[in-house]
């Protein structure tokens, strides 16, 4: 399996959008996946909302926790919101699973368009707090 991560910013919209490629078994691969988003967001400079295609992300059951810490981190330093999309029941068990262990909401779409509506929605939900 591929060990990567594709990052596209679309600034217009204020989304990252990513796509894993990753089977994530120990700690060095969870640290090695998330530097590679941090580097990104680091370069941007900025909070941004994403949209993550997980359905070639597999994170091993042993190393679950340690990948929720890690993402729940991640979410809070980076992002404004996210939202994921998937086919793939392992990559989606996985990750709802660490996600939960994380106190994190999965925010699971099946599709990309139902996540970016997602995204849009939180964007919306953000300007009505911020005009109270």
Same mark, same amino acid.
């Given at each position: 399996?591929?060990?990567?991560?594709?990052?596209?910013?679309?600034?217009?919209?204020?989304?990252?959008?990513?796509?894993?490629?990753?089977?994530?078994?120990?700690?060095?691969?969870?640290?090695?996946?998330?530097?590679?988003?941090?580097?990104?967001?680091?370069?941007?400079?900025? !909070?941004?909302? $994403?949209?993550?295609? @997980?359905?070639?992300?597999?994170?091993? *059951?042993?190393? /679950?926790?340690?990948?929720?810490?890690?993402?729940?981190?991640?979410?809070?330093?980076?992002?404004?919101?996210?939202?994921?999309?998937?086919?793939?029941?392992?990559?989606?068990?996985?990750?709802?699973?660490?996600?939960? !262990?994380?106190? $994190?909401?999965?925010? @699971?779409?099946?599709?990309?368009?139902? *996540?970016?509506? /997602?995204?849009?929605?939180?964007?919306?939900?953000?300007?009505?707090?911020?005009?109270?």
């Amino acid at each position: 399996m591929a060990t990567n991560v594709i990052l596209e910013y679309d600034p217009e919209r204020n989304i990252v959008f990513a796509e894993d490629h990753w089977e994530i078994k120990t700690k060095e691969d969870v640290d090695a996946f998330f530097a590679e988003y941090k580097k990104f967001f680091e370069k941007l400079g900025k !909070k941004v909302y $994403m949209v993550s295609d @997980i359905n070639g992300l597999l994170v091993h *059951a042993p190393i /679950a926790e340690y990948y929720g810490e890690t993402s729940r981190a991640t979410v809070g330093q980076y992002l404004l919101g996210f939202a994921r999309w998937g086919t793939n029941e392992w990559a989606r068990m996985t990750v709802r699973t660490t996600s939960l !262990k994380a106190k $994190m909401t999965p925010n @699971i779409y099946d599709t990309r368009a139902e *996540a970016i509506e /997602a995204i849009e929605k939180m964007k919306k939900s953000e300007k009505d707090r911020n005009a109270t």
